[in-house]
Protein backbone atom coordinates (compact mmCIF):
# COMPACT_ATOMS: atom_id res chain seq x y z
CA UNK A 1 0.00 0.00 0.00
CA UNK A 2 2.11 3.43 -0.82
CA UNK A 3 2.30 5.61 1.22
CA UNK A 4 2.00 10.10 0.39
CA UNK A 5 4.46 12.22 1.53
CA UNK A 6 3.82 15.04 0.02
CA UNK A 7 1.97 16.91 -1.67
CA UNK A 8 3.11 18.37 -5.54
CA UNK A 9 1.29 21.65 -6.41
CA UNK A 10 2.21 24.14 -9.33
CA UNK A 11 1.15 28.04 -9.08
CA UNK A 12 1.59 30.86 -10.59
CA UNK A 13 2.75 32.87 -8.18
CA UNK A 14 5.95 34.83 -9.37
CA UNK A 15 8.88 32.72 -9.18
CA UNK A 16 7.02 29.67 -7.42
CA UNK A 17 6.69 26.70 -9.72
CA UNK A 18 6.19 24.31 -7.36
CA UNK A 19 5.62 23.26 -3.36
CA UNK A 20 6.03 20.38 -1.24
CA UNK A 21 4.24 20.11 1.86
CA UNK A 22 5.74 17.96 4.73
CA UNK A 23 4.02 18.86 7.60
CA UNK A 24 3.95 22.21 9.05
CA UNK A 25 6.94 22.50 6.49
CA UNK A 26 6.67 23.42 3.08
CA UNK A 27 9.54 23.54 0.81
CA UNK A 28 9.32 24.92 -2.46
CA UNK A 29 10.79 25.51 -5.48
CA UNK A 30 11.79 29.13 -7.21
CA UNK A 31 13.10 30.15 -10.46
CA UNK A 32 13.38 34.19 -11.02
CA UNK A 33 16.40 36.72 -11.78
CA UNK A 34 18.91 37.83 -8.83
CA UNK A 35 19.66 36.78 -5.78
CA UNK A 36 17.06 35.57 -3.80
CA UNK A 37 18.95 36.35 -0.62
CA UNK A 38 16.74 39.18 1.52
CA UNK A 39 14.15 38.75 -1.34
CA UNK A 40 12.48 35.57 -1.24
CA UNK A 41 10.55 34.09 1.63
CA UNK A 42 10.91 30.00 2.13
CA UNK A 43 11.07 27.49 4.58
CA UNK A 44 14.01 25.40 5.46
CA UNK A 45 15.26 23.30 2.20
CA UNK A 46 13.66 25.50 -0.51
CA UNK A 47 15.47 25.84 -3.66
CA UNK A 48 16.07 29.12 -6.20
CA UNK A 49 17.10 29.01 -9.74
CA UNK A 50 18.51 32.63 -10.93
CA UNK A 51 17.50 32.36 -14.41
CA UNK A 52 19.83 35.27 -15.38
CA UNK A 53 22.84 33.56 -14.29
CA UNK A 54 21.65 29.96 -13.88
CA UNK A 55 23.01 29.97 -10.32
CA UNK A 56 21.24 27.40 -7.67
CA UNK A 57 20.65 28.57 -3.69
CA UNK A 58 19.42 26.69 -0.76
CA UNK A 59 17.73 28.01 1.94
CA UNK A 60 19.51 26.94 5.15
CA UNK A 61 18.13 28.80 8.03
CA UNK A 62 14.67 28.23 9.73
CA UNK A 63 11.55 28.84 7.89
CA UNK A 64 9.74 32.05 7.85
CA UNK A 65 12.11 34.68 6.70
CA UNK A 66 13.75 35.69 3.39
CA UNK A 67 17.88 35.45 4.67
CA UNK A 68 19.55 32.43 4.70
CA UNK A 69 20.04 31.41 1.33
CA UNK A 70 23.22 29.58 0.32
CA UNK A 71 24.85 29.79 -3.04
CA UNK A 72 25.30 25.66 -4.19
CA UNK A 73 26.31 26.10 -7.24
CA UNK A 74 27.12 28.63 -10.35
CA UNK A 75 25.38 28.59 -13.49
CA UNK A 76 29.09 27.89 -14.78
CA UNK A 77 30.03 25.00 -12.66
CA UNK A 78 32.63 26.44 -10.81
CA UNK A 79 33.32 27.63 -7.49
CA UNK A 80 34.43 30.63 -6.14
CA UNK A 81 36.67 31.31 -3.36
CA UNK A 82 36.77 34.46 -1.33
CA UNK A 83 38.98 35.50 1.74
CA UNK A 84 37.74 37.54 4.74
CA UNK A 85 40.69 38.22 7.11
CA UNK A 86 41.02 39.07 10.34
CA UNK A 87 43.09 39.64 13.85
CA UNK A 88 42.30 35.95 14.83
CA UNK A 89 41.66 33.67 11.94
CA UNK A 90 41.27 34.14 8.09
CA UNK A 91 37.57 32.67 6.75
CA UNK A 92 37.65 31.31 3.18
CA UNK A 93 33.95 31.71 1.85
CA UNK A 94 32.63 28.88 -1.01
CA UNK A 95 30.78 30.38 -3.41
CA UNK A 96 29.13 26.88 -3.97
CA UNK A 97 29.80 25.18 -0.21
CA UNK A 98 30.66 25.34 3.04
CA UNK A 99 33.15 27.87 3.92
CA UNK A 100 36.28 27.26 5.79
CA UNK A 101 38.19 29.26 9.01
CA UNK A 102 41.83 28.81 8.58
CA UNK A 103 43.05 29.13 12.76
CA UNK A 104 46.09 31.40 14.45
CA UNK A 105 49.57 28.59 14.48
CA UNK A 106 50.44 27.62 17.82
CA UNK A 107 53.16 25.59 19.71
CA UNK A 108 51.55 22.01 18.11
CA UNK A 109 49.81 23.00 14.99
CA UNK A 110 50.77 24.84 12.14
CA UNK A 111 48.36 28.07 11.13
CA UNK A 112 48.31 31.68 10.15
CA UNK A 113 50.69 34.30 11.18
CA UNK A 114 49.97 36.49 14.18
CA UNK A 115 49.41 40.38 13.85
CA UNK A 116 51.75 40.78 16.86
CA UNK A 117 54.15 38.20 15.67
CA UNK A 118 54.82 39.54 12.21
CA UNK A 119 55.53 43.01 14.10
CA UNK A 120 58.06 41.64 16.03
CA UNK A 121 59.62 40.03 13.01
CA UNK A 122 59.11 43.44 10.92
CA UNK A 123 61.39 44.69 13.48
CA UNK A 124 64.22 42.67 12.66
CA UNK A 125 66.95 42.96 9.90
CA UNK A 126 69.24 39.78 8.79
CA UNK A 127 71.66 40.58 5.94
CA UNK A 128 73.37 36.73 6.34
CA UNK A 129 72.62 33.45 8.07
CA UNK A 130 72.25 34.08 12.10
CA UNK A 131 72.48 31.38 15.10
CA UNK A 132 70.59 32.20 18.01
CA UNK A 133 72.02 29.82 20.22
CA UNK A 134 75.44 31.13 19.78
CA UNK A 135 74.33 34.43 20.58
CA UNK A 136 72.54 33.12 23.61
CA UNK A 137 76.08 31.42 24.44
CA UNK A 138 78.36 34.68 24.00
CA UNK A 139 75.46 36.95 25.75
CA UNK A 140 76.14 34.74 28.61
CA UNK A 141 79.73 34.37 28.49
CA UNK A 142 79.53 38.43 28.54
CA UNK A 143 77.10 38.45 31.45
CA UNK A 144 79.86 36.03 33.31
CA UNK A 145 83.06 37.93 32.61
CA UNK A 146 81.53 40.89 33.54
CA UNK A 147 80.29 39.57 37.23
CA UNK A 148 76.61 40.33 36.70
CA UNK A 149 73.58 38.35 37.02
CA UNK A 150 71.59 36.89 34.16
CA UNK A 151 68.86 40.29 33.49
CA UNK A 152 71.05 42.76 35.29
CA UNK A 153 70.58 46.27 34.35
CA UNK A 154 73.89 47.37 36.94
CA UNK A 155 76.72 46.56 38.51
CA UNK A 156 75.53 45.98 42.13
CA UNK A 157 77.25 47.85 45.14
CA UNK A 158 80.92 49.06 45.65
CA UNK A 159 82.89 50.96 48.03
CA UNK A 160 84.12 53.79 46.51
CA UNK A 161 82.23 54.14 43.40
CA UNK A 162 78.00 54.63 42.87
CA UNK A 163 75.68 51.52 43.56
CA UNK A 164 73.40 49.95 41.52
CA UNK A 165 75.29 52.24 38.10
CA UNK A 166 75.50 51.35 34.88
CA UNK A 167 78.82 50.43 33.44
CA UNK A 168 79.05 53.76 31.09
CA UNK A 169 78.76 55.68 34.99
CA UNK A 170 81.21 53.69 36.56
CA UNK A 171 83.52 53.94 33.79
CA UNK A 172 83.36 57.99 34.14
CA UNK A 173 83.99 58.30 38.15
CA UNK A 174 86.77 55.80 37.67
CA UNK A 175 88.41 58.59 34.52
CA UNK A 176 87.51 60.94 37.28
CA UNK A 177 89.61 59.21 40.00
CA UNK A 178 92.25 58.15 37.84
CA UNK A 179 92.27 62.06 36.54
CA UNK A 180 93.02 62.83 40.58
CA UNK A 181 95.91 60.09 41.12
CA UNK A 182 99.17 62.00 41.39
CA UNK A 183 102.11 61.53 39.10
CA UNK A 184 104.63 59.41 40.40
CA UNK A 185 108.08 59.09 37.82
CA UNK A 186 111.56 57.64 38.55
CA UNK A 187 114.22 59.64 36.59
CA UNK A 188 117.91 59.77 36.29
CA UNK A 189 119.29 62.76 37.98
CA UNK A 190 118.13 66.47 39.29
CA UNK A 191 118.18 67.50 35.03
CA UNK A 192 115.51 65.07 34.09
CA UNK A 193 113.51 65.83 37.06
CA UNK A 194 113.32 69.45 36.07
CA UNK A 195 112.26 68.79 32.53
CA UNK A 196 108.90 66.69 32.84
CA UNK A 197 106.07 68.58 32.32
CA UNK A 198 102.16 68.70 33.49
CA UNK A 199 103.03 67.71 36.65
CA UNK A 200 100.22 68.46 39.68
CA UNK A 201 100.33 69.67 43.05
CA UNK A 202 101.87 66.02 45.01
CA UNK A 203 103.31 64.49 42.28
CA UNK A 204 106.48 62.44 43.21
CA UNK A 205 109.85 61.71 41.58
CA UNK A 206 112.21 59.57 43.00
CA UNK A 207 116.08 60.77 41.35
CA UNK A 208 118.06 58.05 41.14
CA UNK A 209 121.39 60.23 41.04
CA UNK A 210 120.47 63.44 43.14
CA UNK A 211 123.83 64.77 43.69
CA UNK A 212 123.36 67.72 41.58
CA UNK A 213 121.52 68.92 44.40
CA UNK A 214 123.55 70.41 46.93
CA UNK A 215 121.73 68.77 49.67
CA UNK A 216 122.56 65.68 48.81
CA UNK A 217 126.09 64.57 48.93
CA UNK A 218 125.32 61.34 47.23
CA UNK A 219 123.20 58.56 46.25
CA UNK A 220 119.07 58.89 45.32
CA UNK A 221 116.15 61.04 46.87
CA UNK A 222 112.66 61.55 46.38
CA UNK A 223 110.73 64.81 46.12
CA UNK A 224 107.60 66.07 46.07
CA UNK A 225 106.09 68.68 43.45
CA UNK A 226 104.22 71.51 45.49
CA UNK A 227 102.57 73.22 42.70
CA UNK A 228 105.79 75.78 41.51
CA UNK A 229 108.78 73.55 42.39
CA UNK A 230 110.46 70.12 43.89
CA UNK A 231 110.58 69.82 47.87
CA UNK A 232 113.31 66.97 49.38
CA UNK A 233 111.05 64.45 51.40
CA UNK A 234 113.79 61.93 51.89
CA UNK A 235 117.19 60.90 51.02
CA UNK A 236 119.07 57.52 49.94
CA UNK A 237 122.67 58.31 50.17
CA UNK A 238 123.91 54.46 51.24
CA UNK A 239 123.33 51.07 49.66
CA UNK A 240 121.33 48.38 51.29
CA UNK A 241 124.05 46.01 52.71
CA UNK A 242 123.25 41.68 52.40
CA UNK A 243 124.61 39.70 54.97
CA UNK A 244 124.86 36.11 54.58
CA UNK A 245 125.16 34.04 57.93
CA UNK A 246 125.79 30.47 58.34
CA UNK A 247 126.47 27.81 61.19
CA UNK A 248 129.98 26.53 60.78
CA UNK A 249 131.06 23.40 62.28
CA UNK A 250 130.02 22.66 65.31
CA UNK A 251 131.28 21.29 68.66
CA UNK A 252 130.71 19.65 71.94
CA UNK A 253 130.18 23.68 73.35
CA UNK A 254 130.23 26.09 70.99
CA UNK A 255 128.36 27.43 68.10
CA UNK A 256 130.03 28.94 65.06
CA UNK A 257 128.34 31.63 63.03
CA UNK A 258 130.21 32.90 60.26
CA UNK A 259 129.20 36.18 58.47
CA UNK A 260 129.56 36.74 54.83
CA UNK A 261 129.99 40.82 54.75
CA UNK A 262 132.43 40.83 57.84
CA UNK A 263 133.66 38.95 60.71
CA UNK A 264 131.35 36.22 62.36
CA UNK A 265 130.91 35.35 65.52
CA UNK A 266 130.94 31.84 68.27
CA UNK A 267 128.05 31.58 70.55
CA UNK A 268 129.18 29.76 73.90
CA UNK A 269 128.38 27.38 75.94
CA UNK A 270 125.98 28.61 78.93
CA UNK A 271 127.33 28.98 82.33
CA UNK A 272 124.95 28.28 84.84
CA UNK A 273 123.44 30.40 87.94
CA UNK A 274 125.72 29.88 91.07
CA UNK A 275 122.94 29.36 93.25
CA UNK A 276 118.97 28.86 92.80
CA UNK A 277 117.39 32.58 92.76
CA UNK A 278 120.98 34.01 91.74
CA UNK A 279 121.47 35.39 88.57
CA UNK A 280 125.12 35.50 88.10
CA UNK A 281 124.89 32.93 84.85
CA UNK A 282 125.01 33.70 81.41
CA UNK A 283 122.86 32.15 78.60
CA UNK A 284 124.21 30.35 75.99
CA UNK A 285 124.61 27.33 74.01
CA UNK A 286 123.35 23.93 75.81
CA UNK A 287 126.89 21.88 75.31
CA UNK A 288 126.36 18.05 74.54
CA UNK A 289 127.70 17.12 78.12
CA UNK A 290 124.46 18.63 79.95
CA UNK A 291 122.15 18.00 77.05
CA UNK A 292 122.89 13.96 78.18
CA UNK A 293 122.79 14.65 81.71
CA UNK A 294 119.28 16.47 81.26
CA UNK A 295 118.25 13.64 79.12
CA UNK A 296 118.91 11.12 81.47
CA UNK A 297 117.01 13.05 84.46
CA UNK A 298 114.25 11.86 85.45
CA UNK A 299 111.80 10.69 88.34
CA UNK A 300 108.20 8.98 89.01
CA UNK A 301 105.96 9.22 91.92
CA UNK A 302 103.03 7.27 92.49
CA UNK A 303 100.12 6.23 95.42
CA UNK A 304 99.89 2.93 96.38
CA UNK A 305 97.16 0.46 98.56
CA UNK A 306 94.03 -1.46 98.17
CA UNK A 307 93.54 -2.91 101.42
CA UNK A 308 94.10 -6.54 99.94
CA UNK A 309 97.36 -7.00 98.28
CA UNK A 310 100.88 -6.71 99.83
CA UNK A 311 102.98 -6.41 97.11
CA UNK A 312 102.61 -3.31 93.96
CA UNK A 313 104.47 -3.15 91.02
CA UNK A 314 105.13 0.46 90.24
CA UNK A 315 106.02 1.16 86.09
CA UNK A 316 108.31 4.33 86.18
CA UNK A 317 109.04 4.27 82.51
CA UNK A 318 112.65 5.57 83.57
CA UNK A 319 114.18 3.16 81.76
CA UNK A 320 117.58 2.00 84.17
CA UNK A 321 117.96 -0.12 87.16
CA UNK A 322 119.95 2.99 88.66
CA UNK A 323 117.02 4.87 90.31
CA UNK A 324 116.82 5.30 93.90
CA UNK A 325 113.16 4.39 95.31
CA UNK A 326 111.80 5.76 98.54
CA UNK A 327 107.72 4.91 100.21
CA UNK A 328 106.74 7.32 102.56
CA UNK A 329 102.83 7.14 104.50
CA UNK A 330 100.90 9.71 103.68
CA UNK A 331 99.27 10.46 106.53
CA UNK A 332 102.26 11.26 108.14
CA UNK A 333 104.43 12.24 105.59
CA UNK A 334 107.46 9.70 107.43
CA UNK A 335 109.48 7.09 104.92
CA UNK A 336 109.45 3.77 106.27
CA UNK A 337 111.11 0.81 105.41
CA UNK A 338 110.06 -1.69 103.05
CA UNK A 339 111.34 -4.50 100.58
CA UNK A 340 111.88 -3.13 97.21
CA UNK A 341 113.52 -4.79 93.55
CA UNK A 342 114.49 -3.38 90.94
CA UNK A 343 112.78 -6.04 88.61
CA UNK A 344 113.28 -4.36 85.45
CA UNK A 345 114.69 -1.27 83.71
CA UNK A 346 110.98 0.76 84.36
CA UNK A 347 109.99 -1.10 87.20
CA UNK A 348 110.11 -2.26 90.32
CA UNK A 349 107.92 -3.79 93.38
CA UNK A 350 107.50 -2.52 96.60
CA UNK A 351 106.35 -5.52 99.20
CA UNK A 352 105.19 -4.58 102.28
CA UNK A 353 104.56 -8.19 103.58
CA UNK A 354 101.07 -7.15 105.17
CA UNK A 355 97.83 -5.63 103.37
CA UNK A 356 98.04 -1.91 103.36
CA UNK A 357 95.15 0.52 103.27
CA UNK A 358 94.16 2.09 100.39
CA UNK A 359 95.99 5.36 99.01
CA UNK A 360 97.90 4.95 102.20
CA UNK A 361 101.61 5.21 101.02
CA UNK A 362 102.91 7.13 98.17
CA UNK A 363 106.42 5.72 96.03
CA UNK A 364 108.88 8.27 94.47
CA UNK A 365 111.32 7.10 92.03
CA UNK A 366 114.27 8.82 90.92
CA UNK A 367 116.83 8.36 88.48
CA UNK A 368 120.27 8.67 89.38
CA UNK A 369 122.56 10.24 86.70
CA UNK A 370 126.49 9.68 86.79
Keep these: MAQLIGVFEQTSAVGLFSATTLGSDVVSRFANTGSP ?69 DATNAGLFAPADFTKVGHITVTQAVDLDAIETDVADHQAALGIADGAQNFGLFTNLSDNASLLTLLGEVDTAIGGIKVQSVVADIAARDAQTGLTSGALTYVIDASADATVASGAALYAYDGSAHQKISEFESLDVVSDLAIGTLTTTTVPVTNSNGTGFTVPDAVANSAAGATDGTAGVLSAERARKIDNAGSFAETIGDGVATSYTVTHNLATLDVLVQVVEVATGEAVSTSVLRTAANTVVVDFGVAVASNSYRVLVSKIVA
Design 37 to 105: EGVVDADFGSEYTDLSTGDKYLKKTASGSNTGWELMTTGSGTTNLSVTPSPTNVVVASSSGTDATLPLS
